[in-house]
């Protein structure tokens, strides 16, 4: 099939995901082709730098043949068997070691699934076991973010805070949201600083409203990743230790799915910001985004009540620990630590990044530029010292996003900001080419807009 034939039956039996249908049909999509290093392809010869490493998931680029071999291998051996009924495979638990080696000293148990959404629906399962347990049957209430992102299932979504969502489907009535703590777009006068603590004393006035013996968990991440890239101020996380560590019997939820595997220039966000989760929800960059893999970590308090109280946890999923996933996972790890891409993160090319990134701030239509690890953020604005944007329909971050694509880099937008989550492999000199990118795409869009 031609460009336009594969475009036509995309059209016609195809649904995206997050994709208004019509809008769709008219442009037609983007065939992706190929991809190589930090590079990808279109149908048309079209080369592009992949400023989001795929979905925030191909951390090592896509040219790792350790990780397609042993996914390959491993489906030459044992292309599948399941982990129920007493049974198990040697992937499956080479990967379950590594991952109780990487991730913090407390956490030494992991539940596989096969997406962050599923894994989230099994931190909820685990959560009501561990209090039912522990004969607290009244803690049900879970407390969540606005404009957090853990996944598109019924119980992804409902912990979720993106409102465009809650209002296509009936949000589980046990979780509560509370304020983000995004600065730029809603600290109003205060100071960053002033914001973060502010954000974080919002968990204790939820906790204290709902009453602590109802309260099970708090879930986050530890930034927010689809909501834009939302950076907490430097006391929004130390001061939310301070609330839970006040309580002690509200269980912490750090969702991972993307900051987990390297990209804040530590293993983990919580290994960043000094957290001890209760629970860890990973996807995506654990098999590099080469094979589907999901699944939380355990925190020692959380496991030895669930496993040595006894009694069926009945839950998992057909492809619970598939062990050409465990491959993928394990080949994934082992290169990240034999070639200490994580140390490089931290100590060359994130503080790199910072730098360039920040050069940014200066252009006439962009508000903040903030970045931490290897994530960026750019807020598009009319007016620097307002912060007010162009329009309420967004259309800065869609132009912004055309005019990048167009100048060969993969850059998001979600609303009027730009993002960026570019392979921990990235280079300085292709960070250059990623600035110098972005910085004509913010040109080409000031006068469209002009
Ligand atoms: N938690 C977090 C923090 C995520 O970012 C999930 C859970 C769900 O994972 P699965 O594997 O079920 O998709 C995610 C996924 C975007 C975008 O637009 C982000 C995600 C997925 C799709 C699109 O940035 N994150």
Not at 86 to 93: E, K, L, N
Not at 195 to 214: H, N, S, T
Request: one cysteine or more; glycine letters at 10%; aromatic letters at 10%.
């Amino acid at each position: 099939m031609n460009k336009s034939e594969l475009q036509q039956h995309d059209r016609e039996h195809l649904l995206h995901p997050f994709t208004d249908f019509c809008d769709l049909g008219k442009q037609g999509t983007r065939v992706i082709t190929s991809a190589e290093g930090a590079y990808i392809t279109d149908i048309d010869g079209h080369k592009m730098l992949d400023g989001m490493s795929g979905l925030w998931c191909c951390n090592l680029g896509y040219s790792r043949k350790e990780i397609s071999d042993a996914i390959y291998k491993q489906l030459n051996t044992l292309p599948f068997y399941n982990s129920f009924f007493q049974c198990t495979t040697i992937p499956s638990i080479e990967l379950a070691d590594a991952l109780a080696e990487v991730t913090p000293a407390h956490m030494n148990n992991v539940f596989f699934t096969g997406s962050g959404s599923e894994a989230n629906d099994t931190n909820l399962r685990l959560i009501r076991r561990y209090w039912d347990l522990n004969e607290r049957p009244e803690k049900r209430i879970v407390i969540s973010r606005k404009n957090g992102y853990h996944g598109s299932t019924i119980a992804g979504a409902s912990l979720g805070g993106m409102s465009g969502m809650h209002k296509q489907f009936q949000a589980l009535d046990y979780i509560e949201h509370i304020q983000q703590p995004y600065w730029f777009g809603e600290g109003g006068d205060m100071s960053p600083e002033e914001f973060g603590v502010y954000a974080a004393r919002c968990l204790d006035e939820k906790i204290q409203e709902l009453g602590p013996e109802k309260v099970a968990a708090f879930i986050a991440e530890p930034i927010q990743g689809a909501g834009g890239v939302i950076i907490p101020p430097e006391t929004y996380w130390p001061e939310v230790k301070k609330v839970l560590d006040q309580y002690e019997d509200i269980l912490l939820v750090m969702d991972e799915v993307i900051f987990g595997f390297g990209r804040t220039g530590e293993w983990f966000g919580a290994d960043y910001y000094g957290m001890q989760p209760d629970l860890m929800t990973f996807a995506k960059a654990v098999t590099n985004g080469y094979f589907p893999l999901g699944g939380t970590m355990i925190s020692d308090r959380v496991a030895d009540v669930v496993k040595a109280r006894g009694g069926e946890f009945t839950h998992g999923y057909t492809y619970s620990a598939h062990p050409a996933a465990c491959m993928a996972g394990l080949a994934t790890i082992n290169i990240l630590r034999n070639e200490k891409i994580i140390e490089n993160v931290r100590d060359n090319t994130a503080p790199y990044l910072a730098k360039r990134w920040a050069e940014l701030a200066e252009h006439p239509i962009v508000g903040e530029a903030r970045s931490l690890g290897l994530v960026g953020a750019l807020e598009l604005v009319k007016d620097k010292g307002s912060r007010a944007r162009f329009d309420d329909k967004c259309s800065a971050g869609g132009i912004c996003r055309d005019m990048s694509i167009r100048n060969g880099l993969v850059m998001r937008a979600t609303g009027d900001t730009m993002i960026i989550a570019p392979p921990l492999i990235i280079t300085n000199a292709q960070v250059d080419e990623l600035v110098e990118k972005a910085r004509r795409a913010l040109d080409d869009t000031a006068k469209a807009l002009a």
